[in-house]
């Protein structure tokens, strides 16, 4: 509701000054403050003056709004042509010569409540501006007393406004410039302020560019020196098994002991280096997913027999693996989970004198939680998080035993991390210690992936692959001994179906297959025709000796009855198969020690082996000799493994040499490209010493697809 207070027409210009007066004088009676009365009285005059001025005269009208907000009400109306471009002066478009319009918006600024409508009857403006909350609440009977003060009190002249504006005027300018001098004060201290931000992002880039060359240093640093310290530790290894498998004769008890004890002491020193280097790639950002889809249980499986070593020194504790209901399928690096769970139960294996290791696994919405819980003699509350940092391990009875590095726990963190999971640990003294890793099922990062397809073993370098076709395992198992130590190698398929796929991609010596079903005999009649180009490799049948005569006449080159006697079929193999001069094979290394692992890993009867020691005596030795593939050192002096590969590359008669890079060296992905580029395939020494395995070194180079270098 409101109440009218007062009303004055503008008939001249003196009406103008008294409405100005009268607005302040209400602003003043009604609660406003000094800073407010002058801006109700510049809008009220400001509004009066345009109507006198535009329309030759009109009226203001004061009135109080009762209510919630208490508002004073300000109306000026007039009976003029109007104001034609009022959307442009509200949205600042319009430009006047006279003016109008600039007041309009100054005077919209300073008030609370702006409305203004106009026709070619007139304009109406519509003002209001809310009490302060100080103010006393208003009244109807109040209001009546407000307005016979307003109407008792008597007009100052013209010359007393213009008096009283003029110091309103001062005060404001005084006002102005203290908030000026305020202002430049504040911009000053924001200027000192910016200069000492300024400086110290300066220095913390420097500090940002210094921390990121150590670590490009310090991972660099461990890459060079792996090199350095694998060579020696691999040969070490290398040895160490060569002397414990008597291959160049027995050993005392004691003897063995000290071996054992050298092969021990190695490979500690290598799983340290190889924690450094795995927590310095992570670090680093350099370290590849390899996505794989397989079951738990698969893990699982695989976890058993790695462990059963450890489990051999410690045969108080049980391991138990525990698989949730339904578990999905993990979508991930099997290697790296498998990484994380390794190091899990190996430490419960060491600080667990006796009782029970429980491995589980369970799902929890979109991710797996495997926990490695042991009853073993736990972790202090303080320490939780220590363990999780590098070289940091807890002070406890069992530790002068088992000595570690302290970094299994925090490459777990990081390896968690890597794969988008987290790993955290519970543990009380004397109760035991609950680690937890949780996992994705399925990896961000290569959500798209194809499946992985399935790896089929490839046939060796340097001797003739005899493809062996039976259901029965111990088939395999009962020969691949002899053959392991002849010129033949074994490769065993189960099903006929994986044999086809196999022969799709290798060609054989020579094809065994038990004729044990109707579809081994379909094989047999359909054989030739099936392989194409492999037609003339020759089909042993192995049967039943009523079946001899059949299988003879459906094409098989030999027939022979069960059971299989493992010296007749090498020496049948031997008859019916073409016999090749050995393979020559070019080992080329600076390091004598490494020379000397190769040719005692690789000392066959069926493989010519020959030596160089450098670049430069491996080109000649190649235009010399002409051997059939070559096994690479890539840091030799002078010139290295890369030039080599170049200039090998660069001549039509060895553009399609085989050759393996075998080296300590961790190569960088630029470096493995250029790998690729030059046709040559990878094995780090690492890998095949610690299996003490030729065959995984001769089958990579029986896969090698050599088709020129690549652009």
Not at 124 to 138: C, D, N, Q
Not at 239 to 257: A, K, M
Not at 430 to 449: C, D, H, Q, T, W
Not at 472 to 486: H, I
Request: proline share 5%.
């Amino acid at each position: 509701m409101s109440k009218p207070l007062s009303t004055i027409p503008l008939r001249n210009e003196r009406d103008v000054v008294q409405a100005r007066q009268r607005a302040r004088e209400i602003a003043a009676l009604v609660g406003f403050d000094n800073q407010e009365q002058i801006r109700l009285a510049t809008a009220t005059s400001e509004m009066a003056r345009n109507a006198f001025r535009y329309a030759r005269g009109g009226k203001v009208s004061f009135a109080v709004h009762i209510g919630r907000p208490q508002t004073l009400e300000i109306v000026i109306s007039d009976s003029g042509p109007g104001i034609g471009n009022l959307n442009e002066i509200f949205e600042g478009r319009y430009r006047s010569d006279t003016g109008l319009g600039l007041g309009i918006m100054g005077t919209k600024r300073l008030m609370d409540k702006f409305e203004i409508t106009s026709s070619s009857a007139g304009t109406v403006v519509k003002m209001g501006k809310e009490l302060p909350f100080s103010a006393l609440t208003l009244t109807p009977g109040g209001m009546e007393g407000l307005s016979d003060k307003i109407n008792e009190k008597t007009p100052e002249s013209p010359y007393d406004e213009i008096d009283r504006q003029n110091r309103e005027l001062l005060k404001t300018l005084q006002e102005l410039r203290a908030r000026q001098e305020e202002l430049a004060l504040l911009n000053q201290e924001l200027e000192d302020t910016n200069r000492g931000v300024v400086a110290l992002y300066a220095e913390l880039d420097e500090r940002a560019d210094y921390l990121r060359r150590a670590s490009e240093l310090k991972t660099n640093f461990l890459s060079n020196i792996s090199h350095e310290f694998r060579t020696p530790l691999n040969s070490i290894m290398s040895l160490s098994r060569i002397l414990l498998d008597r291959l160049d004769g027995d050993l005392t008890g004691e003897q063995e002991t000290q071996v054992g004890f050298i092969l021990e002491s190695a490979k500690t020193l290598a799983e340290m280096v190889n924690d450094l280097l795995d927590i310095a790639k992570v670090e680093a950002g350099k370290v590849r997913i390899r996505v794989k889809t397989f079951a738990v249980s698969e893990l699982f499986s695989a976890l058993k027999g790695m462990l059963k070593p450890l489990l051999a020194d410690n045969t108080s504790v049980e391991l138990v693996f525990v698989e949730g209901p339904n578990l999905p399928a993990l979508r991930t690096d099997e290697g790296k989970v498998s990484q994380i769970l390794r190091n899990f139960i190996s430490n419960a294996i060491k600080f667990t004198p006796q009782g029970e290791i429980r491995i589980i696994a369970e799902q929890r919405e979109n991710s797996l939680v495997f926990e490695v819980a042991d009853t073993g003699i736990g972790i202090p509350a303080d320490q939780l998080e220590a363990v999780f940092q590098e070289f940091t391990q807890v002070e406890n009875p069992l530790q002068g035993r088992y000595r570690g590095t302290g970094l299994g726990l925090p490459l777990c963190r990081q390896l968690a991390l890597l794969l988008g999971g987290k790993v955290w640990v519970k543990s009380e003294v004397g109760r035991g210690s609950s680690f937890f890793a949780e996992l994705p099922i399925v990896y961000k990062g290569e959500g798209n992936m194809e499946m992985v397809r399935e790896d089929m073993p490839s046939p060796e370098f340097s001797r003739s692959a005899v493809l062996l076709i039976d259901s029965e395992p111990n088939t395999f198992a009962m020969l691949e001994p002899d053959f392991r130590t002849s010129e033949f190698q074994l490769i065993h398929m189960e099903s006929l179906e994986r044999a086809e796929s196999w022969l799709q991609r290798h060609t054989p010596g020579a094809v065994v297959c038990d004729m044990d079903s109707s579809t081994a005999w379909d094989f047999l009649r359909f054989f030739p025709r099936q392989a194409g180009a492999l037609e003339a490799a020759p089909f042993v049948a192995v049967t039943t000796p009523e079946d001899l005569p059949r299988a003879m006449e459906l094409g098989a080159t030999l027939a022979i009855s069960r059971p299989v006697e493992p010296g007749i079929l090498l020496r049948d193999l031997r008859g019916i198969t073409k016999q090749e001069q050995p393979k020559k094979l070019l080992l080329v290394d600076d390091n004598d020690l490494s020379l000397y692992i190769l040719r005692e890993l690789l000392d066959r009867p069926w493989l010519n082996l020959v030596e160089a020691h450098n670049g430069q005596e491996a080109l000649a030795m190649i235009d010399r000799e002409h051997p059939d593939a070559v096994i690479l050192d890539l840091v030799m002096p002078g010139m290295n493994g890369f030039e080599v590969l170049q200039e090998l590359r660069a001549k039509e008669q060895t553009r399609l040499l085989p050759v393996i890079v075998y080296t300590s060296k961790i190569l960088s992905a630029e470096e493995q490209e250029r790998l690729k580029g030059f046709s040559a395939g990878l094995v780090p020494k690492s890998d095949v010493t610690r299996t003490l395995s030729p065959e995984s070194l001769l089958s990579s180079l029986a896969r090698l697809d050599i088709s020129g270098p690549q652009k």
